[in-house]
Structure formats: C-alpha cells, structure tokens
C-alpha cells in the first residue's frame, strides 16, 4: 500500500514540480507571480486534446500543442506585461494585468468549449500497468516520473553551462547592469517564459493523461498550488521548485491515506505551506538570498 | 366576387392572427458553465416539445425565452426577476439544479408566476410554495428506489456509499437511500466523501477495496464518476456501481470513463426503451430525427414534459395569460399523457412518477427495470 | 460641525426617498439590480480603503463576505429551519442556539468579519507587495475550505436556504449611506492621512513616526467589517447562500471596480460599481445572437471583460479618478 502511495506521490509531484519551475523562472527575471501561468498548463491541454483529434499520431500531438502554447505564454509577456514594464509601472498593476490575463485565457477556452469536461483522449498505451507487489502503477505515472527528471535535468545543464542560461541567471541579478551590457534582455525573457510554457504544458498533458476530464479551469487550482510549490522550495531556485513541488505532491498523497477524515482538507495544504514559509522563512528551502545567488 | 371573398378570407386570417397574442414561457437554465451539459439536453427537450405543440388550443402562439443562469445562484435570481418583470412570461420552466431551483422558489412566490423546474429532485424545493411544481420524482423516492434495486435485484447484502459533499442533491439521495437499505436488512460499511472536483481517487478506491462490499452506491454526478470508475479498472477493483439521475450526462461519462463505464446501474426518470405512453413514442422518434438518433437523455424528457404540463394548464385556462389560473390549473393536472409517463400532479407541487433503472453498455442506456412508488 | 450634521441629513434623506419612491415604482428587474448595486458599493468602497488608501494590495475579501453572509445566516434561521436543513452532519448546539433579528445579525457579522480580520492581520502583515497578495489569496481560500468541509457549522457545499428576505431597497440604502459616511470620515482624518502615507512611502511613514503595523490593522478590520455587513446583506436578499458563491471571482470583480474607479478614490469606487454591475447586465447581450453574431456564443461576455481589464491596465492605469475624489475634480474645474 505504502508503495503505491509513493509512486501516486511521485507522479502528482512531477507534474506540481513541471508547473512550478516556471514561476520560479519568471519571478526570478521580473520579479513577477504570473497568475496566468496555471492557466497555460490548461492551454497545453487543450491543444493536445485539439491536435490528438486532427491528427492519429499523439507524439506529434503533443509537440504541437507544447510548441503552441509557449506561444501564447511568450504573447502574452509581449502584449500584457512589456508594455507595462517598460512604463516602469508599479508592481500592483502587472499582478492585476496578470490575473486579467489569467481570466482570459480560461473564459476564451470556456467559450469556444464550453464549461463540461472533455474527454481527453489518448493512445491506450498509457493505461496499461505493471505491478509490483501489489502496487499497480500505470505506464503513464512513470513516463511523467522520467520524463520530468530528464527535463529537470536540462533546464539546470541549461541555465548552468550555456551562455544563454548564465544571460538568465545575470538577469535574475541585476537586469539592469545586464541591459547596459548591451545583451538583448529582452529576448532572453521571452526565453524565459517559452521554456516556463513549456514545462507547463507539458505538465497540464501528463495532468490530461491520469486525469482525463479537462475543463477551463482545471488550471486554477493546479497553478496557484504549484506557485505554493515554488515558493516552499524557493523562489527563484528551480531546483527548488521541482523539491517543493515533489513534498506538495507527497503531502497531498500521504495526508489523505493517513488521515482519511481530512480529506476534504487537502486543497488546502498548499495554503497552509505558503503561509507558513512566507511567515517564518521566505526564502524557503533553498534559501535563496536574492541579494546574494540566483537559480 | 371572388376577389371580395379572398379579400374577406385574408382579412380574417390576419386579424385572427393578429388577435391571436403571443404567450410567452421564460426558461431559465445553465447554458453555460460546468453543468451546461445539462442545461442543453433539457434545451433540447423543451424545444422539441414547442416544436410539436407551438401553440394552444385558443391558437394563442407560444413564445420561449431563454435565459442563461451559468449554474449560479445570483445569475439566477437576476434572471428570474428579468423574466417575470421585463419579458412579462406567464409561466417559467427552471432552473436545473436543485440549488439553483431554492433561489427560484421564494422570487416566484412573491410574484405568482406559475413554475416548474424539470428535473430538481431535493424535497424542499416545493416547500409551502402554490406556484412552485416540477415534473421528477424526487429524492427520498429516488434513494428508497436505489435501495429496492440494491436488495431486491441485486442481492446485495452489504454497501459502500460514496458522497460528494459538496452537492446537496449527493448528500441528499445517499440519505435516503441508506435510510431505506438499513430498513431493508442491508448494511452500510463505510461512508466515503468526495467533492466536486477532485481527480484524483485512488485513496478512497484503496478503501473499497479493503472492505469488498457487494455494491457501491455513489450517487454523484457524470464527471467524477467517470474518473473513479476509471481508476477503479486501472486498480482492478471489479464492484457493482449504483448510481443516481447525476450520471445521465452519459456523453461526458463515457467519454472520459469508456469501456470502464459498462455495467454501471443508475436510476432515471426515463429511457427510450421503456417509452410509457404514446406521445412518448412519438417524442422518441421526432427525437431521433431531428439530432441525428441521438438517444434521448432523460433530462430532455422531464424538459419536454415541463412544457407540456404549463401548457396543458394554459390551455384548461379561459385567459391563458392568467398566472393565477394557469398555478392552480397545474396542481390539478390529472393523469396528463406526457413522455415519461401519465402525469399526475397535487397539491404538494409534487408528482407521483415512477423510476426507471438503466445500465450503461457501450455509451448507451439500456433499460433494466421501472419501480413504481 | 452642525452645517455637516445638515448636510449628512439633507443627503440621507434625499436618498431614502428616492429609494423609496424607486421600490414602489419600478419594476423588479431593475430594483433588484439597484440592490445589487447598493450591495457592491459597499463592498467596493470599503475594499478600496485597504487596497488604494492604504495601498495594502489584499486579496481575501471574499473570504470576509462569505463569513459575514454565514454568520448573517445562521443568526436569522430558526432552530426548526437549521434542523430541517443540514444534511450531511447534524448542527451543533451552538450553532442551533444562535438565533437574532435582521440589524444585530447584520452588526454581528461585521464584528466577527473584523476580528477574523485582526487575527490575519498578526500573520498578514509581516510581508509586503506581492506576497502580501498571496497570502490574503491563501487565507481566502483556506476560509472557504472550511465552510464547505466544517459542515456541523456550515452545512458544507450544501449551503444554507430559507433565509428572510429582509434586505430590501431600504435597508441596503441605509447601509450604503452608513458605509460610505463612514470610510470618507476615515478617509479625510488623521487615520486616513497615515494610511495614504503608508500607501505612499511605507518606510519614510515608518520614520517620522506613524505606527504602520496599527493604521494597517485599523484599515484592514474596518474593510472586514463592511465587507461582512455587506456579506449579511447579500445572504438577506438572496434568501440562500453556498460556499461557490464566495469564490475568487468575488474578488477579480471587486478588484475591476475598484481599479476602472481609480484605487484611492472613494466616489471612483462607486462610479466603478456601477459601470461594472451595470455593464456586465448590459453586456448580457453579447452572450445572446446579437448584431454582431447570429449565433449564441455563450461566455463572450466573460471574455470581453477580461480584455477591458488588460486594457484599463495597459492604458489608463489611474482608472477613471485615479486617487482623487469627484468633487476634487470639480473643484478644480471652476
């Protein structure tokens, strides 16, 4: 039993860490909680689901619907937040242009689909299981699991050992020196939040696969718990956010068999953690110091 | 000559249409919103039913307005309050969810505007209300008609229920129906919660399986029950599911849950199978031609039934824009042909309908049995 | 002081006749959205007094409307009704104990709304900006998981009905009259100086003097106490109430009107509710076939909203008054 718990936990956790990494990377930059990030797991899911329905062949699916929706994650730095950074606007204006862009999204999605769940379809290979001792684990669950550690992998090769990757993290420092130097910053945060879509997406497809049932809003609550993830972990370190995403997904998992009467409760773990770390220590796990490291 | 009796005739069928008013019924349903798959199969059955009854004896032409209440309450309150003030109905069909029915009751008691809501199966939607009616049975019936099926066909000497607290209509029937299995000599082992919402149930399928009832009964609606259903084949837990009208939505169910779905049995207000009287049959076969045989929800009956019930009651009306007249005339509708059966509706708002059980076998409803009240 | 007291008076009075006059006058649909409208000015002027007065950017007042509608409710259901109704877990005798009429329910809720506020304001304010945002966002989250799971007290998702109708045009115009009178008495005080300084420089404020943990703590209980009036006021008129209802949606609205009013300016605020409460009843007609569509295309209103949002953000950021008060405009203008 205890297995199966771990593996359930491990792959919830996955998908937290995946939607965490981008708000970590964007609040890293510009200091930013994108709301609308949540929704861009949505966004992915529906792409998936439109592209899987055009075409048989779901791998191809899925690269279009990731390719897409960083897309729209980059547009709407471009349209939304640019133009008010560059206005110098205070801070409060960019959170409620991202909780105006957030709303967007998922009233579009709600008008063009409709607020009933879609069926999400995929190839029948994910259901499949194996079992060991007694824990049966389904195919998808440990194709997330991997899938995000090699993911997890590259993003630090990336933001540690290229140029661009250390462009990101001098940004995260000080953009403005970065600015001076003459390196196209802004192109970097596009970067930014492609990669950030990116993983999103791909979390909110892996989300599709256990959880077969998308709605506009599916994004909401996933997001602003992943966003708790990443500010448990510390904000601003993704190694961080994929540890904060991990113990939100194992907490989730093991505070419900433990404590079945608390079950109702659960959505509100990731509130409690936030409040907590926000309280006592907000740089949280990783301690990032924003005055002192990066990433 | 000729020309003076064309004329005279034209003349006359104009000015009877023209002297013929337009009476008009306000629906209000979630059009749209997480249960407008709901709102829209009723939709279809209201309209079909205008399609086959456009206007009343008197030729009186019967308009419907439309409002969308997104399934929440003040939408709902405000749609009502436009409908009786604005666009003048003398009559109103909705609202969907027994929720949403509560926030329709008092504003039509104030008003006097004669209502029925299709398919609101919580007792205290009807409460001390002369205007306030539906055409469903509601849910103590609908939990002793579970536990009935449950002892009766099923055999089953033990039970889990499941709960999604947070639908009054989950918490509502589960009640019944464990009042009346106890009644019954069967025994509840555990009761599970869920909430609306949630994905993820591996935990409380862990506990199923732990206990091993014969059934489960989770009354709840299409979108978790596909998922548990789902999760419950991927863990290789093979138990009887029993289930309430929730899961009628059988397009979302089977869509999410697909082969996982067989063998799940619910109760109904109807299915095509069983069609009881003669404007059923015809119902079922308008039904199928005009939404390309499409079978017929049940939710779209008790909508088309609503219609047929309102204008039954207009038309025994000498005014049949008199609200008082058309409330009074609904609560003594005797024995009206309807699609899911003959109609009898009294005093209390509330009529005595029979329940069918259905199960579900490849994305359709097959009719297993009805149980009479 | 006295030419106030008349002035205060004479507005009162002008005010309760004409709504007067409206509810034996107008038809239904429209009064029940002058209700509706009254309610919100409420909410939104007291919203703005921690949001654009004191520039503490809160995210949780619907957790506060949402205690102060239940408290309301619970306070005016009898014993019987409360017994009939809670169906997954029987009430506790506090609960059934509880019972009061229409004004004290009212006052009560804001009182519990204000001490809930004092409590929060210990954890809340320790942080700034934006992780102040998230935490009032968490708070109002976790108060709405404990309505629909701590149904011995709040009969859960299931919600409460049967509540007396007793909000009506008059009552909630009183209200509005008290509310508003009392945040611009606030507002043009020593109090309100201090949080507008907060708002402006929360350090330098800090430096010459002003207690910032106290202003924000009294800015903060005066909006939860308003916030739960007006919650009270919403439970009376709806006549049933469920957690849903007190979702963040509650908020994103607040927060338009409040921002399209202009953060800071109390008759912006109410210039705002009644652009958006009114607009989002007319806007109705995107949802329907219209003239620019001939099919229904359900949620476009929705849509259409979000986007003015963005749009008021990227190009008139002040919002219509910015922080400056109508009769500041006038002023000028002569």
Not at chain 1, 33 to 48: L, P
Not at chain 2, 188 to 195: E, G, H, R, S
Request: charged share 15%; glycine share 8%.
């Amino acid at each position: 039993m205890i297995l199966q718990q771990f593996f359930n936990a491990i792959s919830l956790g996955s998908m937290y860490a995946l939607i965490a990494i981008g708000y970590t990377m964007v609040y890293g930059v510009l200091r930013l909680i994108n709301f609308a990030h949540g929704d861009i797991m949505m966004v992915g899911a529906f792409f998936a689901f439109i592209f899987f329905s055009l075409s048989s062949n779901f791998f191809l699916a899925v690269l279009l619907a990731i390719v897409a929706a960083s897309v729209v994650g980059a547009l709407t730095y471009k349209v939304a937040y640019k133009p008010l950074l560059d206005k110098n606007a205070p801070k409060i204006s960019l959170l409620i242009t991202a909780i105006g862009v957030s709303f967007f999204l998922e009233n579009l999605f709600n008008m063009i689909f409709g607020g009933t769940p879609q069926a999400f379809n995929y190839p029948p290979f994910f259901d499949q299981t194996i079992e060991i001792s007694h824990a049966i684990i389904t195919y998808s669950s440990i194709v997330t699991i991997v899938i995000t550690i090699f993911v997890l992998c590259i993003v630090l090769w990336f933001l540690n050992r290229t140029k661009y990757g250390m462009a990101i993290k001098a940004i995260a420092f000080d953009i403005d020196t970065v600015k001076l130097m003459g390196i196209n910053v802004d192109f970097l945060i596009v970067l930014v939040f492609v990669i950030g879509s990116m993983l999103a997406s791909l979390g909110g497809i892996f989300y599709a696969i256990s959880y077969p049932s998308i709605d506009p809003l599916m994004g909401v609550l996933v997001g602003l718990k992943a966003f708790a993830a990443a500010v448990l972990g510390g904000i601003g370190s993704v190694l961080g956010a994929a540890i904060g995403g991990f113990i939100l997904g194992f907490s989730e998992v093991f505070i419900v068999a433990f404590f079945p009467d608390l079950a109702g409760y659960k959505d509100a773990i990731a509130f409690v953690f936030l409040i907590f770390i926000l309280l006592f220590r907000p740089t949280g796990i990783m301690g990032i110091d924003f005055e002192k490291q990066r990433f | 000559m000729k020309k003076t009796i064309l004329t005279l005739g034209i003349s006359a069928l104009i000015s009877t249409n023209l002297l013929a008013k337009d009476i008009k019924i306000g629906v209000v349903m979630p059009l749209t919103g997480a249960i407008a798959g709901y709102g829209q199969m009723t939709k279809k059955g209201i309209d079909l039913a205008h399609e086959m009854q456009p206007t009343l004896n008197n030729k009186d032409k019967i308009v419907l307005v439309y409002v969308d209440n997104a399934g929440d309450k003040a939408q709902t309150a405000n749609a009502v309050n436009r409908l009786i003030s604005k666009d003048k109905v003398v009559a109103i069909i909705g609202a969907l969810t027994s929720s949403n029915s509560l926030v329709v009751a008092p504003i039509i008691k104030k008003y006097h505007t004669p209502t029925v809501a299709p398919v609101a199966t919580n007792k205290r939607v009807t409460y001390a209300n002369p205007y306030m009616n539906r055409a469903c049975f509601i849910d103590p019936f609908q939990g002793k008609v579970a536990a009935k099926f449950a002892v009766d066909n099923l055999h089953a000497k033990t039970a889990v229920v499941i709960i999604d607290k947070s639908q009054a209509y989950s918490a509502g029937l589960a009640k019944n129906f464990i009042k009346d299995y106890k009644k019954r000599g069967g025994k509840v082992l555990k009761v599970l919660f869920i909430t609306s919402g949630d994905k993820d149930f591996k935990a409380i399928l862990s506990s199923i399986k732990a206990a091993n009832p014969d059934i489960v009964y989770a009354p709840l609606y299409a979108p978790e029950m596909a998922l548990i259903l789902k999760q419950a084949k991927t863990l290789g837990i093979h138990k009887q599911f029993l289930a309430g009208d929730g899961v009628s939505d059988l397009k979302t169910l089977t869509g999410v849950a697909k082969d996982a779905s067989n063998n799940l049995m619910y109760s109904d207000h109807f299915n095509e199978a069983a069609a009881p009287t003669k404007l059923s049959k015809q119902f079922v076969a308008k039904y199928h031609q005009k939404y390309n045989n499409e079978q017929v929800p049940s939710f779209a009956a008790n909508g088309a039934d609503s219609y047929f019930i309102i204008v039954n009651a207009m038309n025994k009306c000498k005014n049949p824009a008199d609200k008082e007249c058309v409330a009074k005339n609904i609560t003594k509708t005797k024995k009206l042909e309807g699609v899911t059966g003959y109609i009898t509706i009294p005093k209390s708002g509330n009529p005595t309908k029979s329940a069918v059980i259905n199960q579900v076998q490849d994305s359709k409803a097959v009719y297993k049995a009805t149980v009479n009240p | 002081m006295s030419k106030y007291f008349i002035r205060l008076a004479l507005i009162s009075a002008a005010v309760m006749i004409l709504l007067y006059i409206s509810m034996q006058y107008l038809d239904s649909y429209t009064v029940m959205i002058l209700e509706n409208l009254g309610i919100f000015i409420i909410l939104a002027v007291s919203y703005n007094l921690i949001n654009g007065v004191t520039g503490q950017f809160s995210l949780e007042p619907n957790g506060f409307v949402a205690i102060g509608a239940y408290v309301t409710a619970l306070l005016l259901l009898d014993k019987n009704a409360k017994l009939d109704q809670f169906m997954l877990s029987d009430p506790s005798d506090f609960i059934l104990a509880i019972h009061s009429s229409f004004v004290p329910a009212l006052l009560i809720s804001g009182i519990v709304a204000s001490l809930v506020a004092f409590m929060l304001a210990f954890a809340v304010f320790r942080v700034r900006g934006d992780y102040l945002a998230i935490v009032t966002l968490g708070f109002g989250f976790i108060i709405r998981i404990f309505a629909v799971n701590q149904s011995e007290y709040t009969n859960g998702s299931m919600g409460l009905s049967g509540i007396s109708n007793e909000a009506n045009l008059m009552w909630i115009g009183v209200f509005v009259l008290i509310s508003i009178t009392v945040v611009l008495n606030i507002v043009y005080s020593k109090f309100g100086r201090a949080m507008k300084a907060i708002r402006d420089d929360e350090d330098a404020a800090e430096a010459i003097g002003v207690d910032v943990f106290k202003i924000k703590t009294y800015a903060f209980m005066t909006s939860a106490f308003f916030e739960g009036v007006g919650g009270g006021l919403m439970a009376s008129l709806l006549t049933t109430i469920s957690p849903e209802q007190f979702s963040f949606m509650l908020t994103f609205e607040l927060l338009i009107i409040i921002v399209l009013g202009g953060l800071g300016s109390i008759s912006g605020s109410i210039l705002g509710t009644i652009i958006v409460i009114a607009g989002m009843e007319w806007l109705r007609f995107l949802d329907e076939p219209n003239f620019f569509s001939d099919t229904a295309h359900p949620g476009l209103r929705m849509v259409v909203f979000s986007v003015i949002l963005i749009l008021i953000m990227l190009f008139a950021r002040k919002g219509i008054l910015g922080n400056k008060e109508l009769w500041d405009i006038v002023k000028v203008k002569k």
